[in-house]
C-alpha cells in the first residue's frame, strides 16, 4: 500500500476539519428545563439530562441561577447545594451513570415563578453548544387512554424520535385546553369528574424548544362513582397488633369511645404478605375482630410496610407478583380501606416505589372503591424529599391516593411538638397543591392526614394532651382527610416505661383516644 502524499494528507486534513460539524453542535450531553405544573406563586421544575454522545456519562451536575424572589424548596432525585441565588443539583447514587441515548431527570418546588438561567451541565453549555437544530420530532405514538376513577385519567404514550437524539418533555392538552409538560411518557389527569369523557392530545419538544404536531386526540371516560370526598375513616389511630397479648379492638374500641382503626403490620415473607412475619392473612386471622367491629359500626384499615420488616414491594421482584399478595389480602378481609407505611430505605427506594405505584394502580382497578393512603416520614417543613418522591410516583401510575398521612413525630429538634405537627399539616398541603393543582383547596386538605406519637417520643421530646386538643381543633378548621396516632395500646396502658407499651406522661386510660374521638370529618 503506497502512503499519501504530504500535500494531499494536507488537503484531506482541511477538507475534513471543513466539513465536520462543531463538537458541541451534537453528540454531547444537554440538560433541558420544563415546568411541569405551575400555580399562582411557584411551580414545579425539572431537568431532563440526556446523554447524546456515544460514551457513557459517569456522573452529572447541573448548575444555574434562580432571578431574586425565586427559590427552590424541597427537591428530588439530586442532592443541591447553594450559593445565593446560584443553584448546583449532582447525580444521586443511583441516576449518574447514563449509557448512550439514556436519560435521566429531577425536579423541586419553586418558590416564584422565576426560570433559571446561564444553565452549565458539567461545566458546559446545558444545550450542548447546539443552536441550529430547526427540526421538530416526531408525532408521539400509541397513545391511549386508561387507569380510570372516578376522578383521574392516566394517559401513555410511546417514546418520540429526534434527530439530536434529544426529547426534553411532552406537552399534553386536555379538551384543547393548555398544555401541561411532562417529562416521562405518561401523564395523570386529575380533579375529573365522575362518569365523564375527556380527550387528550399530545406533542413532543426537544432540547431546541421544537415541537412536534400533535398526536391524533383519544378519549377516556371516568367511573361512575368510586371515591367520595365523605364516609372516610376520620379518626383511625394505629394499634400494634402484634402486641403481646394481641389488643382486642372491639374492647378497645368500647372502652375509648373511638369506632376505628388502623392495623398494623403486614409485612413480607419472601414474597408473601404475612402478619409481621407471623400470621398469614389468607386465613383469617383476626378476621373475628374486623367482624365485630364492623358489627359496631365502625371498619378498619388494614396498613402494610411500617419502620420494621420488609416491604412487600421490597420483596416481591415483580408488579404481578406484588399485586397478587396486596389483592390477596383485600379480598381475605373484604377491606375498604389500606395504608402503606413507607419509611427508612422503602422510602427511598426508586426501584421498589414504581413497583409499589404500579401494582397499586392496579389494586384499584380490580376493587373499584378502594381507598389508599400513604404513611410518610414529614419535617415541619413538610415531606421529605423521599416522600415526595413516593406521592408523585402514586399519582404518575394513576393511583387516585385517598390521603397523604404524615408521621408528625421523632424530629430531633428543640421545637414544640404540638406547634410541629401543625406546621407539617400546613407544609404537606402545600406540596400536595404543586403536585395536584387542579385540585381545590378543599379537595387537598381533605387528602391530608396527620398521625403523632403520643406522649415521649423516641428522641424524648413529648406529646401531650393540649397538643391532641390543638391538632383536633386545626383539623376541625380544615376538615383534614383523617387524624391517627401511634398507638392505641399506649393510649390503653397510661404508663411508665417502655415506650412499646407506655406514653411516660401523666394521663388517664384512654385519654388520648377520647380527644381524637371528637374529630369527625
Given at each position: ?66 432571578p431574586s424572589g425565586t427559590t427552590v424548596g424541597s427537591y428530588w432525585d439530586a442532592l443541591l447545594t447553594q450559593s445565593g441565588n446560584h443553584y448546583t443539583f449532582k447525580n444521586r447514587d443511583y441516576n449518574g451513570t447514563l449509557a ?422
Amino acid at each position: 500500500m503506497r502512503r499519501p502524499s504530504a500535500l494531499l494528507t494536507l488537503f484531506t486534513g482541511l477538507l475534513l476539519l471543513v466539513l465536520a460539524p462543531p463538537a458541541s453542535a451534537a453528540g454531547t450531553p444537554t440538560a433541558a428545563f420544563s415546568k411541569t405544573s405551575t400555580w399562582e406563586g411557584g411551580y414545579q421544575g425539572a431537568y431532563t439530562i440526556t446523554n447524546a454522545g456515544s460514551t457513557t456519562l459517569t456522573g452529572w451536575s447541573v448548575e444555574f441561577d434562580l432571578p431574586s424572589g425565586t427559590t427552590v424548596g424541597s427537591y428530588w432525585d439530586a442532592l443541591l447545594t447553594q450559593s445565593g441565588n446560584h443553584y448546583t443539583f449532582k447525580n444521586r447514587d443511583y441516576n449518574g451513570t447514563l449509557a448512550p441515548g439514556a436519560s435521566t431527570s429531577f425536579g423541586w418546588v419553586s418558590n416564584g415563578t422565576g426560570a433559571p438561567t446561564a444553565c452549565k451541565l458539567n461545566g458546559a453549555s446545558c444545550t450542548g453548544g447546539s443552536s441550529t437544530d430547526t427540526t421538530p420530532p416526531g408525532v408521539p405514538a400509541g397513545v391511549n387512554v386508561g387507569s380510570a376513577t372516578a376522578s383521574a385519567l392516566t394517559v401513555r404514550w410511546s417514546a418520540a424520535t429526534d434527530d439530536s437524539g434529544s426529547i426534553a418533555g411532552y406537552e399534553v392538552s386536555r379538551d384543547g385546553g393548555t398544555p401541561t409538560t411532562v417529562t416521562g411518557t405518561s401523564y395523570t389527569a386529575t380533579g375529573l369528574q365522575a362518569a365523564t369523557s375527556y380527550s387528550f392530545r399530545v406533542r413532543a419538544r426537544d432540547a431546541a424548544g421544537n415541537v412536534s404536531a400533535y398526536s391524533a386526540a383519544v378519549s377516556g371516560t371516568t367511573s361512575a362513582g368510586g371515591l367520595q370526598p365523605s364516609g372516610g375513616l376520620f379518626t383511625a389511630p394505629y394499634i400494634d397488633m402484634g402486641a403481646w397479648p394481641t389488643p382486642s379492638m372491639p374492647e378497645m374500641a368500647s372502652a375509648s369511645g373511638l369506632s376505628n382503626y388502623t392495623m398494623a403490620f403486614i409485612t413480607a415473607s419472601g414474597c408473601k404478605a404475612m402478619w409481621f412475619n407471623a400470621y398469614d392473612p389468607r386465613d383469617g386471622w383476626a378476621k373475628d375482630q374486623i367482624d365485630a367491629i364492623r358489627a359496631a359500626g365502625g371498619d378498619v384499615k388494614v396498613s402494610f410496610g411500617g419502620a420494621n420488616g420488609i416491604e412487600l414491594a421490597q420483596a416481591c421482584t415483580s408488579v404481578d407478583a406484588l399485586y397478587a399478595e396486596y389483592s390477596a389480602v383485600v379480598t381475605a378481609y373484604s377491606l375498604k380501606y389500606v395504608d402503606f407505611d413507607i419509611e427508612g430505605a422503602a422510602s427511598a427506594d426508586p426501584t421498589s416505589v414504581a413497583r409499589r405505584s404500579q401494582a397499586l394502580a392496579r389494586l384499584q382497578q380490580a376493587h373499584p372503591g378502594l381507598r389508599i393512603s400513604l404513611t410518610l416520614p414529614v419535617l415541619p417543613e413538610g415531606l421529605t424529599s423521599d416522600g415526595l418522591n413516593v406521592v408523585q410516583s402514586a399519582r404518575d401510575a394513576g393511583v387516585d391516593l385517598d390521603v397523604v398521612n404524615v408521621m408528625a413525630m421523632d424530629y430531633y429538634r428543640s421545637v414544640d411538638y404540638g406547634d410541629a405537627a401543625v406546621q407539617a399539616a400546613q407544609s404537606t398541603f402545600a406540596q400536595l397543591k404543586s403536585l395536584y393543582p387542579s385540585k381545590t383547596d378543599a379537595q387537598l386538605w381533605a387528602m391530608v392526614g396527620v398521625t403523632p406519637m403520643l406522649g415521649q417520643n423516641d428522641d424524648g421530646h413529648l406529646y401531650d394532651q393540649a397538643d391532641a386538643r390543638r391538632l383536633v381543633s386545626f383539623a376541625q378548621g380544615k376538615h383534614l382527610g383523617e387524624l391517627a396516632f401511634w398507638e392505641a395500646t399506649r393510649d390503653r396502658n397510661a404508663c411508665t416505661g417502655a415506650l412499646y407499651q407506655c406514653t411516660n406522661i401523666p394521663q388517664s386510660p384512654y385519654e388520648f383516644a377520647k380527644i381524637f374521638a371528637a374529630y369527625t370529618g
